[in-house]
């Protein structure tokens, strides 16, 4: 006789086909009004069989989604990993959420898992709730279930302060898809990108003016997503902006908060000019990139006929507040130095009234007051704290592979979400991270299928390139995406009980609980001390009743 077997898990487990998570099994949680709450059932059966889903609750829209595995040839960088990963070797890797077809999934002999996605808004009334899973196949007469009983605490969680960027990469959007740069096809799908990016609390959208200079090989070429049009007549030049509108407008239809202004420099040291295409006489042709350097008499003359009309545009468009510019990316060391303060000086004048942000994790960029709001990487921030800089924002990439916390698919999901806890206590204002959907390899030679390469080509540890897969007709979401969200869920609450506690209390309770002060690189090693602080939070919240 076949059997199907069931558990119940939190979101923060990672079930593998040939090994479930050593964790007990978890029965029930709270939830405030405005958020998402997710968990897992992960499922067996001794034959091959199907069986339908069948979802019971008086929870309205409730979702259920397969988890799918992907390959990962990379999962760390050698000698850049500490102890608390699931594993550093090849191998399958749970991390898409695939669609469920026709409420059915097969089973077999390998474990895997369904992502319950239960939202919860003001139309869910206070108290507890059950939440019903079954799976039922009728051939062999059979129906397994596991419930959740989530408490709902009647208190909505205040909007997201945090600004976060994933930088959004409309290249290799056109490139996966094959369609045309900026055809009809290629603006919806940009569109569906965007709108599950602020779905996930991703407010603020790299906005490509120019083909962003960000991991292309020197000499090299990325595909030309340019917003701006530019005509060249002698030495002057002429702009249009209706690709950039047409850009904005969509941003705010989808709920997107901030802009970021691509690099008007190339990576790594600020040197080159970005590829920038104009037409001159009549003829369609690249008048910038690796090719001219960023201090060269053209780019200057350029930069000084086109920041002026972008900013004067930014303002008709009444953006400018919400609008960062950036120079170059990670720049370091005494030469970038030097060429960094060059090319900021020549357009400095133009921008002085916007934000200028990059992500460097050098202190004497900072200290020289070359730049008023450094992006250090987490592993690299406890310089920027000790200083108590203003206005702290934080990154993490490929490099944060000790100790901090970090979305790769072999990290444990804990060690995504603690995160929160960090933002917190340390008044970190914004976030960025430099792939939400990078579908090249690295530096951009090939383009690259995310289903079966999820390491930029064994350029990047798998997780770091991309949270979203380009699926039939748009974005599809990764387990990594939804536990980060989750973490800006738990700041949120964090913020809502600090209306009502001084933040030193909310953070002695979360400090209480680890048993030691919470760092960038120091906190519990446990999926237990994550939902264990948010439920703490919640049952706070639900004392005080807000």
């Known amino acids: 006789m076949a059997k199907i077997s069931l558990i119940q898990f939190s979101s923060l487990e990672k079930v593998f086909l040939k090994a479930l998570p050593n964790q007990r099994e978890y029965t029930n949680a709270t939830a405030l009004w405005g958020e998402e709450f997710s968990y897992q059932i992960a499922y067996y059966a001794d034959e091959r069989l199907y069986a339908k889903i069948k979802i019971e609750s008086d929870i309205q829209n409730i979702t259920v989604r397969r988890v799918g595995n992907v390959p990962s040839e990379l999962p760390a960088f050698d000698n850049q990993y500490d102890e608390n990963y699931i594993s550093t070797e090849p191998g399958l890797f749970p991390d898409v959420l695939y669609p469920v077809e026709d409420d059915e999934v097969a089973l077999n002999r390998n474990y895997h898992s369904l992502w319950v996605t239960v939202p919860v808004d003001e139309t869910v009334k206070a108290g507890k709730h059950s939440i019903k899973i079954s799976l039922i196949n009728e051939e062999f007469s059979i129906s397994e279930s596991r419930t959740m009983e989530l408490e709902i605490i009647p208190v909505a969680l205040p909007g997201q302060k945090l600004i976060h960027t994933q930088w959004f990469h409309a290249d290799c959007i056109s490139s996966y898809y094959n369609v045309e740069v900026f055809s009809e096809k290629h603006w919806e799908l940009i569109g569906k990108f965007i709108k599950t990016a602020v779905d996930n609390g991703i407010n603020m959208i790299l906005t490509p003016v120019f083909t962003p200079p960000l991991d292309t090989q020197i000499c090299g070429e990325r595909p030309t997503v340019q917003l701006v049009g530019v005509v060249k007549n002698g030495e002057h030049y002429t702009f249009n902006f209706d690709k950039l509108k047409k850009w904005i407008d969509l941003c705010k239809k989808n709920g997107v908060k901030y802009y970021e202004i691509s690099h008007l420099f190339t990576q790594w040291g600020a040197n080159f000019t970005p590829k920038i295409i104009a037409v001159e006489n009549g003829i369609e042709k690249r008048i910038f990139g690796w090719d001219v350097e960023a201090v060269s008499a053209q780019y200057k003359s350029f930069l000084s006929q086109f920041l002026p009309k972008l900013t004067e545009f930014l303002k008709q468009e009444e953006i400018s507040r919400v609008t960062y510019f950036h120079i170059s990316d990670e720049p370091h060391g005494e030469a970038h130095m030097r060429s960094y303060r060059a090319a900021k000086d020549m357009v400095y004048e133009y921008i002085k009234d916007f934000k200028i942000i990059d992500a460097l994790s050098d202190y004497q960029f900072y200290q020289t007051g070359l730049i008023k709001n450094p992006i250090p990487a987490n ?165 005080l009743d807000i």
């Open 379 to 543: 592993n690299a921030i406890d310089i920027f704290l000790q200083n108590n800089v203003p206005d702290l924002w934080t990154y993490y990439c490929c490099s944060q592979g000790i100790g901090v916390s970090n979305r790769f698919m072999a990290m444990p999901s804990y060690r995504n979400r603690i995160i929160a806890a960090q933002l917190y206590k340390f008044q970190i204002v914004g976030f960025l991270h430099w792939g939400y959907n990078f579908y090249y390899s690295q530096y951009s030679k090939n383009k690259i299928n995310p289903f079966s390469v999820t390491d930029a080509g064994g350029g990047f540890p798998s997780g770091d390139p991309f949270v979203v897969y380009p699926y039939d007709d748009g974005p599809i979401e990764s387990i990594r995406l939804k536990v980060f969200k989750e973490a800006l869920q738990d700041l949120r609450a964090m913020e809502l009980l600090e209306r009502y506690m001084p933040k030193e209390k909310i953070i002695d309770l979360i400090e209480k609980e680890a048993g030691e002060p919470i760092t960038f690189s120091h906190y519990p090693q446990s999926p237990k001390y994550v939902l264990g602080i948010r439920e703490k939070i919640n049952r706070k919240i639900a004392e």
